[in-house]
């Protein structure tokens, strides 16, 4: 299976160095046939087609594997990225740089304030939760942590200075992949592999808690360290996804769902199934908004928030049915 996804996942990334308005000259340049001028056409490879086909990939990664480690230790299906309320003060980290007007003279500026804003929720949901806390303590601490950071987005967008300078900020929040270049896939490459690296070693602890806390504990696998380093994977991971990105919802709740009974309903073999996973997906979602038949391109948070809220749905009627 994992050999699959990954087969479909590079098949979806050249797919997606050639997708756009005109994918025929691209296509030419490496053939060597019918080429008017070379020089501008590896120019939009290098410079656009590449770079977002590179965050495409590293983003949807980052969401889908963050989405299984959360639903994994919270035991919850309904579990998502945006539930430990990093998104959201990525979110606003980013929104703040768009307010000062820092990043119409350092175009870095935007990611930096998106994950240092991450960083700072990260914080905060660690000091509210506690050491010892339940996983119910680190929801609630991840609702507070959110809803605060809605608020002050929401104020930023009331003291906009300018119409213009709020629709900015709005297109921002709407999460998409366009015009991104090399130094935002410098910039978020350090933090989202170091996430990685941490919640992939959470599989053996996630095997053990799907069977009870108590288990978990008596096989070696304490609460605290075992939450601290879930919530630095996904702090540092996701906060680095939504500064580059933005808001890109449903990933990390969608693909772990649809992978888990290849996996055997297994936390642990979740976690790399939901990675090359969450790429496919996204990278997917990415060539569907440049392929469709709209005036202007469809923003990629839009497309995959089209695609999740149904299935979100179906999940919560799923669920309500196995209750009762």
Request: hydrophobic content about 60%; glycine content about 12%; cysteine-free.
């Amino acid at each position: 299976m994992l050999a699959s996804l990954a087969a479909l996942t590079a098949a979806l990334f050249v797919v997606a160095l050639f997708s756009g308005r005109s994918p025929a000259p691209l296509l030419a340049l490496f053939i060597g046939t019918g080429v008017d001028d070379a020089e501008t056409l590896w120019l939009i490879f290098n410079e656009i087609r590449l770079p977002r086909a590179l965050l495409a990939l590293l983003v949807g990664a980052t969401l889908g594997l963050a989405g299984a480690a959360l639903q994994g230790y919270l035991r919850n299906p309904l579990a998502e990225p945006g539930l430990v309320g990093v998104s959201s003060t990525a979110a606003l980290g980013a929104v703040l740089m768009l307010y000062s007007g820092a990043s119409a003279w350092f175009p870095m500026a935007l990611p930096l304030g998106g994950i240092t804003g991450a960083v700072v929720g990260l914080a905060l949901v660690t000091v509210l939760a506690g050491s010892t806390g339940s996983p119910l303590t680190l929801i609630l601490a991840g609702v507070a942590v959110n809803a605060l950071a809605a608020a002050l987005t929401s104020l930023v967008l009331n003291l906009a200075p300018s119409p213009f300078a709020a629709l900015e900020i709005v297109f921002w929040l709407l999460g998409s992949l366009a015009d991104r270049s090399f130094d935002h896939v410098r910039l978020a490459l350090p933090f989202m592999l170091v996430g990685w690296l941490l919640l992939l070693r959470l599989g053996r602890a996630l095997d053990a808690l799907s069977i009870g806390e108590e288990a978990a504990s008596s096989l070696g696998y304490r609460p605290g360290p075992l939450r601290l380093l879930l919530l630095l994977g996904v702090g540092l991971s996701v906060g680095a996804a939504v500064a580059v990105s933005g808001a890109i919802g449903f990933i990390g709740l969608v693909v772990p769902h649809l992978l888990r009974p290849l996996v055997g309903h297994r936390p642990g073999a979740l976690l790399p199934a939901s990675l090359l996973g969450g790429a496919a997906l996204t990278l997917a979602a990415d060539i569907a908004v440049r392929l469709a038949p709209t005036g202007t391109e469809l923003k990629l948070g839009v497309l995959t928030a089209l695609i999740g809220s149904p299935f979100f749905l179906y999940l919560l009627v799923s669920l309500r049915r196995s209750v009762q």
